[in-house]
Every structure is written in structure tokens, then in C-alpha cells.
């Protein structure tokens, strides 16, 4: 199914960059590329442009800023899921 894809590359992601330490630490750039790498959520296109973002220099402020905006005014995910 593919959801299951998504939802294992999430999963990912959340192992290897969990979202509240996202939203302060550093060194967060790669696990996110590879979540994004995984899956088919962005054009060819905006993958390149986010894989120079994610190895550039405001690599991580880019991250921290994604994880807050995620997080929302709260400081807890503004999502809830449940795998199947």
C-alpha cells in the first residue's frame, strides 16, 4: 500500500530526528533528507532545492525553524496519526 511507505519513512524520521529535539538541536539535516528522499511527497525539483537547504550552512536553522513551525504555538505536534 502507498501509505505504508510514507508512514515507515515517518517513522523513521522520528527515530532519527524526533521533532521536540528537532526544534532545538542540531545535526538533524540528513535524517530529514533521507525521510523525504524516501518517498514521493515532493517533485524532483523541490528535492534538489531542499537537499541544498538540508546540506548547506542554515542547515540546521532550517530544521529547527520546520520542527517549530510542526510543533506549532503549544510546543506538542499539531498532528496526530496512528499507524494501521
Sequence with gaps: ??????IRAKQRLD????V???ATGSGFAEAALTAFGD?????PFEKTRLRDVLRGPSADAFVRA????????GGRPCW????P
Design 39 to 43: 518517498t514521493n511527497l515532493l517533485s
Design 80 to 83: 496526530t496519526w496512528s499507524a
Design 15 to 18: 527515530a532519527a530526528a524526533p
Design 1 to 6: 500500500m502507498e501509505r505504508d511507505y510514507k
Design 20 to 22: 521536540e529535539a528537532a
Design 66 to 73: 520546520a520542527a517549530r513551525f510542526a510543533l506549532g504555538e
